[in-house]
């Protein structure tokens, strides 16, 4: 028995040290094969997910698949495919094994895909082309998708750029991203850059050229204690006057970047291809970093179709993102479909209080102690509200109401990735940063997405197959109409 221990005790100090995905897989896998967890993963009765019903789906697909019943697959996934289908997204089953979950859940999940594909795929004879059209479209918006959002931290935001390397490595990266603040500058590069590009332009040689003197004092006199030229000609030299319409054409991805008001009759903005298209990105992502008193307010600005630059919502500055939209989850869910989120969160006032696992334990202290803190949260939402309306003076106002916002956000998602909680982390936030310490917060970033990969692969594979499928079929389509009379598009689609 001390032997046994002994072993996965190291093998627990090789997965922390591990210094590559591929090394840390493999040490996983050998750590839940010694610890009993591959045993537990062949296992199909569980307490935490409903193994009944998802192997009778299993059956139901494989029985309707082996007789090619195309319309029965389509009518099994009509019916109840969803994210969490039965619990198979529980947290609970993560704890059981360091990598992978009930083989039951993965054959579920290949089961799903298969039958997608055959859907695809089938004769046209049989199934017509606009069937099939529908089918991904009702399926899709009904499955819902995955977004990732970068939250707000200044200086740890390099961070971000480590998540953002270890996702686009697996070719995980979601299609919906927000950034806030900091996380604006990383999801401006994900906006812009190919998967192939990005590798390029994520290490921390480049990251460090283009931001070594983003901090440069200018003085407690003026509108904000440092200098924001520097950080503006950074962000012209990465993004030049690229508008969010262009950045999406060129990369497919849905890129948010959120902004707040500088007055306080005003509500956060968020800035993508859909709500302003014609936004200068470079100018956005500016006043997502613009931190009161750090950064002064910014105009945004817009590019005409003649190319000339205008202002963007005449005589109205904003300021940092995170102040009142760090994790826009719910007004994402309302432009993309989003019903789940993978945040990589570095905001120093939230982090030192948050896990990485959004497990709700029932053991009655825990149930106390969250009730306790959610009875704060509104109780200083009243105080503040009371005290803007009682206190004189809009600069006194305008502070209260940016206190509140911060307060009452929601600063977590499904799948949570988080710096490590060190003094260390903190000497970061309003440095100038070395090659050094980018590579420092880089490889934390990349470690930290490592023991989330296995869960982000599961919750958005079938989503986004489904949006590849469906973005095939709408070409083909284009295709298609090309040259049909107007009559001929509505008797076709009808």
Same mark, same amino acid.
Request: glycine fraction near 6%; include cysteine; aromatic fraction near 8%.
């Given at each position: 028995?001390?032997? $046994?221990?002994?072993?996965?005790?190291?093998?627990?100090?090789?997965?922390?040290?591990?210094?590559? &995905?591929? =090394?840390?897989?493999?040490?996983?896998?050998?750590?839940?094969?010694?610890?009993?967890?591959?045993?537990?993963?062949?296992?199909?009765?569980?307490?935490? /997910?409903? &193994?009944?019903?998802?192997?009778?789906?299993?059956?139901?697909?494989?029985?309707?698949?082996?007789?090619?019943?195309?319309?029965?697959?389509?009518?099994?996934?009509?019916?109840?495919?969803?994210?969490?289908?039965?619990?198979?997204?529980?947290?609970?089953?993560?704890?059981?094994?360091?990598?992978?979950?009930?083989?039951?859940?993965?054959?579920?999940?290949?089961?799903?895909?298969?039958?997608?594909?055959?859907? /695809? %795929?089938?004769?046209?004879?049989?199934?017509?082309? /606009?069937?099939?059209?529908? $089918?991904?479209?009702?399926?899709?918006?009904? $499955?819902?998708?995955?977004?990732?959002?970068?939250?707000?931290?200044?200086?740890?935001?390099?961070?971000?750029?480590?998540?953002?390397?270890?996702?686009?490595?697996?070719?995980?990266?979601?299609?919906?991203?927000?950034?806030?603040?900091?996380? *604006?500058?990383?999801?401006?590069?994900?906006?812009?850059?190919?998967?192939?590009?990005?590798?390029?332009?994520?290490?921390?040689?480049?990251? &460090?050229?283009?931001?070594?003197?983003?901090?440069?004092?200018?003085?407690?006199?003026?509108?904000?204690?440092?200098?924001?030229?520097?950080?503006?000609n950074a962000l012209i030299?990465?993004?030049?006057?690229t508008t969010f319409e262009?950045?999406?054409?060129?990369?497919?991805?849905?890129?948010?970047?959120?902004?707040?008001?500088?007055?306080?009759?005003?509500?956060?903005? +968020?800035?993508?291809?859909?709500?302003?298209?014609?936004?200068?990105?470079?100018?956005?992502?500016?006043?997502?970093?613009?931190?009161?008193?750090?950064?002064?307010?910014?105009?945004?600005?817009?590019?005409?179709?003649?190319?000339?630059?205008?202002?963007y919502i005449p005589n109205?500055? $904003?300021?940092?993102?995170?102040?009142?939209?760090?994790?826009?989850?719910?007004?994402?869910?309302? +432009?993309?479909?989003?019903?789940?989120?993978?945040?990589?969160?570095?905001?120093?006032?939230?982090?030192?209080?948050?896990?990485?696992?959004?497990?709700?334990?029932?053991?009655?202290?825990?149930?106390?102690?969250?009730?306790?803190?959610?009875?704060?949260?509104? %109780?200083?939402?009243?105080?503040?509200?009371?005290? =803007?309306?009682?206190?004189?003076?809009?600069?006194?106002?305008?502070?209260?109401?940016?206190?509140? *916002?911060?307060?009452?956000? @929601? /600063?977590?998602?499904?799948?949570?990735?988080?710096?490590?909680?060190?003094?260390?982390?903190?000497?970061?936030?309003?440095? %100038?940063?070395?090659?050094?310490?980018? @590579?420092?917060?880089?490889?934390?970033?990349?470690?930290?997405?490592?023991? @989330?990969?296995?869960?982000?692969?599961? %919750?958005?594979?079938?989503?986004?197959? +489904?949006?590849? &499928?469906?973005?095939?079929?709408?070409?083909?389509?284009?295709?298609?109409?090309?040259?049909?009379?107007?009559?001929?598009?509505?008797?076709?689609?009808?």
């Amino acid at each position: 028995m001390v032997l $046994f221990n002994r072993r996965l005790q190291d093998l627990d100090e090789a997965i922390l040290h591990a210094q590559s &995905y591929e =090394e840390y897989k493999e040490v996983c896998h050998e750590h839940d094969e010694l610890s009993g967890a591959e045993e537990w993963k062949h296992k199909n009765p569980c307490k935490d /997910y409903d &193994y009944r019903l998802i192997r009778k789906r299993v059956q139901r697909m494989q029985l309707a698949q082996s007789s090619g019943d195309i319309f029965g697959l389509m009518s099994i996934l009509h019916e109840g495919l969803h994210g969490n289908l039965g619990n198979i997204a529980n947290p609970e089953l993560k704890s059981q094994c360091k990598i992978g979950t009930k083989v039951l859940i993965e054959t579920f999940i290949e089961q799903v895909l298969k039958a997608i594909e055959a859907i /695809y %795929n089938a004769n046209e004879n049989k199934v017509d082309f /606009y069937e099939k059209l529908h $089918f991904f479209e009702e399926t899709s918006h009904s $499955f819902g998708r995955s977004c990732l959002m970068l939250s707000g931290g200044a200086g740890l935001g390099f961070f971000h750029a480590g998540v953002v390397k270890s996702l686009n490595e697996q070719n995980a990266l979601p299609t919906v991203i927000s950034g806030a603040s900091a996380g *604006s500058i990383i999801a401006g590069l994900l906006a812009t850059r190919t998967q192939e590009e990005l590798q390029t332009c994520l290490t921390p040689e480049f990251i &460090y050229e283009t931001f070594k003197n983003w901090r440069v004092w200018r003085g407690i006199d003026k509108k904000g204690l440092f200098n924001s030229k520097y950080l503006e000609n950074a962000l012209i030299e990465l993004f030049d006057l690229t508008t969010f319409e262009e950045a999406y054409k060129r990369t497919g991805r849905h890129v948010t970047v959120t902004v707040s008001p500088a007055d306080i009759h005003q509500h956060s903005r +968020l800035l993508n291809a859909k709500t302003s298209p014609n936004a200068i990105m470079s100018q956005a992502i500016r006043a997502s970093c613009a931190v009161p008193i750090v950064f002064n307010p910014v105009q945004l600005r817009a590019k005409t179709p003649s190319g000339e630059v205008i202002p963007y919502i005449p005589n109205r500055r $904003f300021a940092d993102g995170s102040l009142m939209a760090d994790l826009p989850f719910e007004r994402l869910a309302r +432009l993309y479909g989003v019903n789940h989120s993978i945040v990589s969160q570095t905001n120093p006032l939230v982090v030192p209080f948050l896990s990485s696992e959004r497990e709700d334990s029932k053991s009655i202290t825990n149930m106390t102690l969250r009730h306790i803190s959610a009875l704060a949260k509104r %109780n200083s939402i009243f105080a503040f509200d009371i005290l =803007e309306e009682i206190i004189p003076g809009r600069a006194t106002k305008l502070a209260l109401h940016k206190c509140r *916002s911060v307060i009452d956000q @929601q /600063y977590v998602g499904s799948i949570n990735i988080l710096p490590e909680k060190n003094i260390r982390n903190l000497m970061h936030i309003l440095a %100038n940063p070395t090659v050094d310490s980018i @590579q420092e917060l880089m490889k934390q970033g990349e470690k930290a997405t490592w023991s @989330q990969l296995d869960s982000i692969h599961r %919750n958005t594979i079938i989503s986004e197959t +489904l949006r590849s &499928y469906l973005q095939q079929l709408k070409q083909r389509e284009a295709r298609m109409l090309k040259g049909f009379r107007p009559r001929d598009i509505v008797d076709k689609r009808a």
